[in-house]
């Protein structure tokens, strides 16, 4: 593995904690968004011959049992237990990995490792906007098969001022191209991002992006202002409101009841949301705002998951 790059640790989509994680890149290409920890952070990626060593060794493992010593253990750790079915690559954009590289490293993993069904990956709209319709039909062959694309929020006026460096038609754009490609797309937005001021429209605009999308999933989670990020700055210096968890729940309810998809499952899961609430849109729409609404009349905070217990 080349000395200069960094392992980074696991950041994942909830529903990828049974994957293996395999490093193409550490950091993020978009480093720009206020809120985010990659924010600053150096983009680095790893040579085809170091991921291509990582995969033989897991599939040696897997084979065998054996674990070679010029091997990191954190390999072997991620490796044990894993059931073979799902890899997801890291880090903050993985996608953005030269074409015929990523290529390579997918044919590679397909030949060595041919039981896995599908590969994931955190993809920014820039990344799918930069692949041609082509590529991404070659990638989605060699099971490249979901992208989870953070939109964050739907408000033009938001995403300037978070430094998402994309805006709301250029997100759809990027997202109809995955959905085309035949890759399932996973979209994620964050509740309190346009903070109190903003609320509202966040919340509206999001839904109609949301919508035009039309995501085979999407989650939500809950802006965590996060020390050393220039949003945390902002908040400190009097510059940014946030909403409260109330609020939170409020602007949850809006999207949900402002959205119309053809069929999407809609999650608040994260460890980052005070209430939890899940569902296939349309079908659970009328439940999951009875939920929301419910606890939001009760006022009771008992009801929220205290913020010592939220995550990242
Ligand atoms: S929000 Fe996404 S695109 Fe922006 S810095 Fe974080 S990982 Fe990169």
Known sequence: MSVQFNRPDIIRPPSEWKSYFLPLTSGCSNNTCTFCGYYGSKLNTIGVDDIKREIDAVALYRQSGICLAAISPVVYAVAHGWD????????????????????????????????????????????????????????????????????????????????????????????????????????????????????????????????????????????????????????????????????SLEELKKIIENTSFSDCFFSSMHASNYLSVRGKLPRDKEKMVGELGHVMASGDPSLLRPEFLRGL
């Open 84 to 247: 073979g079915k799902r890899v997801f690559l890291q880090d903050g954009d993985a996608l953005v990995y030269p074409f015929a590289k990523l290529g390579e490293v997918l044919h590679y993993l397909n030949e060595k490792l041919p039981y896995v069904e599908r590969v994931g990956t955190y993809a920014t709209p820039q990344d799918i906007l930069r692949k041609s319709p082509n590529e991404l039909d070659e990638l989605r062959r060699l099971k490249l098969g979901i992208f989870y694309m953070g939109m964050e929020s739907g408000d033009d006026e938001v995403l300037q001022k978070v430094g998402k460096g994309v805006n709301r038609y250029q997100i759809v754009e990027a997202g109809g191209k995955a959905r085309e490609a035949g890759i399932t797309l996973s979209v994620t937005v964050i509740l309190g991002l346009g903070g109190v001021d903003g609320s509202e429209k966040h919340a509206l605009e999001t839904a109609t992006v949301l919508t035009a999308i039309d995501p085979d999933y999407v989650g939500a989670l809950t802006l965590t202002l996060i020390p050393g990020t220039p949003l945390y700055e902002q908040w400190k210096q009097g510059n940014f409101n946030p909403i409260s968890p109330f609020q």
